[in-house]
């Protein structure tokens, strides 16, 4: 029942921008960190982002003054906006949390992933 659904990717022009969302549902009580990943064609999946509980934010050096990452805790979700997009952001863009569940406890959760195509 626990799931992490991201939207917002697409295909932009360079210099353009995107908002991604992942919204976590189910049977959470708490959220501890949640993050963005990357993964380009041929490459190793990188973190790009993350906030945890507190509010604490880091960012990859590559996407420093260009990404932001928020959230909404009341609406189980995390946001990541992408300005001034390069074509070495293309990338399938995965949302990851560290959620406490009901019962369960704390478990670690992995959307879909989402498309992000730039264009030069």
């Known amino acids: 029942q626990v799931q992490l659904v991201e939207s917002g990717g697409g295909l932009v022009q360079a210099g353009g921008s995107l908002r991604l969302s992942c919204a976590a549902s189910g049977s959470i009580s708490n959220i501890l960190v949640m993050g963005w990943y990357r993964q380009a064609p041929g490459k190793q999946r990188e973190l790009v982002a993350t906030i945890t509980s507190g509010g604490s934010i880091d960012y990859t050096d590559s996407v420093k003054g260009r990404f932001t990452i928020s959230r909404d805790n009341a609406r189980n979700t995390v946001y990541l906006q992408m300005n001034y997009l390069k074509p070495e952001d293309t990338a399938v863009y995965y949302c990851?949390?560290?959620?406490?569940?009901?019962?369960?406890?704390?478990?670690?959760?992995w959307g879909q992933g989402t498309q992000v195509t730039v264009s030069s």
């Open positions: 990851n949390a560290d959620l406490f569940i009901l019962v369960v406890g704390r478990r670690n959760y």
